[in-house]
Structures are given as C-alpha cells and as structure tokens.
C-alpha cells in the first residue's frame, strides 16, 4: 500500500512538474512587447542620453527577470538620431511603421520632440516625452503624446520659490538660445516679477555646443555690478552649465549662481569641479535619494534604484536617470492593465488612466485633459556642496 500511495505522490508531482514547464514554455514563446527609444546618442546631449539608455536597459532587464509582462518579455529598439531633427523624423516614421512597436519614448530635446509629437499623432502612437518641452508644444494638447518631466511652468514656479526664499531681490538671466531654455528664462521672468522679483534677461545667450561663455559674461559684468544682481540664473542644460560657472570664477565673478534642474545630472559636478561649489537649483528627487523624508511614499522606489544604478553601473541615480526609471515602468504599468488586449490605441487608453502611479520622480496622475503627470510639489532644492548634491528645506516651502 505504501508503494502504491508513493506511486500516487510521484504521478502527481511529475504531473505538476509537466504543467510548470508548459507555462514555462508557453511564457518563453510570448512575443515580445516593443518599445522604440529615439534618443540623440551622438551629439551635445550624448553624455544626458547614454544615462537614459543605461537605466532603461536596467530596468528592463528586472522586469524580465520577474517574467516580463504576463509573460511577454519587454524589448526595447533603441536608434541614435544624433541630435538632427531630420533623423529623428526619420526614427519615428520608422517605428511607426512597425506595427509592433507599441509605443516611443524620445528624442530628448525640444525641438526634435515638436516634429516626432507631430508624426505621434498622425500615425496613432504613443509618444513619451522625458525632457521637459516648452509650454507652447504642450500647449497643443497632443492626445498621443505624454510627458514625463515637470513643465517649464513648474520648474520656473519652483525656481521663484527658491529665489523668494534666499531673498533675491534682482536676478539675471543668462539663457541658452534654444526654445526650451528661452522659455524657461520667459516664464521665470513672468513668475519672477509677479512676486515682486527684477528679473533681467540677457540678450546674450550661449549655444549647447558652446564650450567657452567668457566673451558673453564680459559684457555681463557691468550690468551685475550697475543693477546689483543678486543671483545670475544660469538657463541652461548639458555641458553648459558648469563651463558658464567656471568661466564667472575665472573671471572673479563671486555672484551667486542658481540653475535650472538640468544641473542635476551626475556629470555636472565632475565637469565644474570646484566652481560648482555653492551652485543651487530645483530638481527631481532621484537626486538626492539618500536625503528624503522617511514619510515620503516613493522613497523607497528611489533608494532602491539608486542602489542598483551603483551597482550596475557605478553611478546613483540622477535627474534623467529618474525620467528613465519612470517612463520605463509607467509603460509597464499600463501594459499590464491592458489585460492582455495589447494594441497601439489599449496602451495609449492605458496610460492615459494612470492614477497615483509612484515611481522616482513624484506620484504621476495622468487623464484626457492632463499628460504631464507630476506637480511642483514633486520637486526639492538642491545645493551642490562638498562636491556632492545636497538638499535644503525652507521654513513652508520643501
């Protein structure tokens, strides 16, 4: 009876054993779920971008060591536009035409991002923008295009806050010439002067492959010392910024120097050196993940990533690092609600529902008549101190 009853137990393990592997193999043959990545590789932004690729690819990778999404494994289909608006057309018609590729994420800059936003919404494909794009592009409320960024709007409002907090009373403005950054220095200016802020913006502007900004901060000298600047507000992003902060040392300017949150990439310290010292900004969280709130529910979201980011690739995480973590599992999160009915249109539907999705960068809520996702309240201030990023709080104001 015992070696009938063992028999029993042994048909009945083989048996699951059999099942496991035909899961098993029936998840193995899933086709994987695409997504485009349409980034400038090559070019002024390569060194912001190959983070971008980094974590993605990280993240990727443990969602399909954890089986993927209901067992189709995520692939992603990276192309370098080189920061050329016409290839980046190009990369985007070229996924659009793949019927599966689900969904784009990319390019970085402004400019390239109008025209593949443009392409998103007469081809009927997602597009997910990681940089910030100015207002006026937002403004046309694209229903396939969905940021992942804060807008110029709150990061200028966020800036202020920092402004009124320091006691500023007159800030310059020296602004990068591309639309982006002019509209950072627009609005800036806007919610500057509403709170009783002189704002001046310089009609000197530099170009982001400009690697010298000495000729330019000449002809600023006179007018910080005429108008008593407070602080040179540094509107800018990349390599820049810290090439406009070592060249005002350089040149014995002590004037204090706020940036955009574009300084919150790891690189930024390592290419200022010593200047950056003092240099403060608003940014994302992922900055500082070692230094927020014990009570802040997407903490541990960031530590976390922040501990894999070293790990993997013997960096922390960062700005754009964050924008990458997020945009990768937001698209995880809206595959997974599409209840195995995946096409262009369910994801887009998906996405688009997202409601108190915590990831690095703040609690993201999406709807018909919002894509931007995050508030200002998702935001920090950051000092660069000792060489390293360091939050600093304000009595009401975090």
């Not at 207002?135 to 202020?160: C, E, H, M, Y």
């Not at 809520?365 to 200002?376: A, F, I, T, V």
């Amino acid at each position: 009876m015992k070696v009938k009853g063992l028999g029993i137990v042994t048909m009945v393990c083989c048996f699951c054993l059999v099942l496991a592997w035909l899961a098993f193999a029936q998840a193995a043959g899933k086709a994987p779920y695409k997504i485009g990545v349409n980034l400038e590789l090559t070019g002024p932004w390569a060194e912001v971008t190959k983070t971008v690729k980094q974590a993605m690819t990280m993240e990727v990778d443990l969602i399909n060591a954890r089986g993927g999404v209901d067992g189709h494994p995520l692939e992603l289909v990276i192309e370098d536009n080189g920061f050329d608006q016409g290839r980046a057309a190009a990369i985007m018609n070229k996924f659009s035409r793949d019927k599966n590729i689900l969904a784009v994420v990319g390019p970085f800059e402004d400019p390239l991002q109008a025209t593949t936003r443009a392409i998103a919404e007469r081809e009927g494909i997602t597009n997910i923008i990681i940089c910030p794009s100015n207002p006026t592009v937002r403004g046309l409320k694209q229903r396939w295009s969905f940021n992942i960024a804060q807008s110029d709007i709150v990061v200028s409002q966020k800036l202020v806050d920092l402004c009124l907090a320091r006691k500023y009373k007159t800030v310059l403005v020296f602004p990068g010439n591309w639309p982006l950054a002019l509209s950072l220095a627009n609005y800036f200016k806007k919610f500057g002067e509403e709170k009783g802020i002189k704002v001046i913006v310089s009609a000197e502007t530099h170009a982001p492959s400009d690697i010298d900004m000495t000729p330019q901060l000449i002809k600023l000298k006179p007018i910080i010392e005429k108008e008593k600047v407070d602080c040179l507000y540094a509107c800018t992003g990349g390599p820049p910024g810290p090439i406009i902060v070592k060249n005002m040392r350089a040149l014995g300017m002590k004037t204090p120097v706020i940036g955009t949150h574009a300084f919150g990439f790891g690189f930024i310290i390592a290419l200022g050196g010593a200047a950056m010292e003092g240099v403060e900004f608003a940014a994302g969280k992922p900055v500082v993940p070692d230094q927020l709130d014990n009570a802040d529910p997407i903490r541990p979201i960031v530590v976390d990533f922040d501990k894999r980011m070293q790990a993997r690739y013997k960096v922390g995480a960062d700005q754009i690092a964050g924008h990458a973590h997020d945009a990768t599992w937001l698209v995880y999160d809206a595959l997974k609600r599409c209840s195995g009915k995946v096409t262009r249109g369910a994801f887009r539907d998906a996405l688009e529902a997202t409601k108190g999705f915590k990831a690095c960068h703040g609690i993201y809520n999406y709807s018909p008549q919002d894509h931007d996702g995050l508030s200002k309240e998702d935001m920090v201030f950051i000092r660069i101190e000792g060489g390293k990023f360091k939050r600093i709080t304000f009595a009401g104001n975090r």
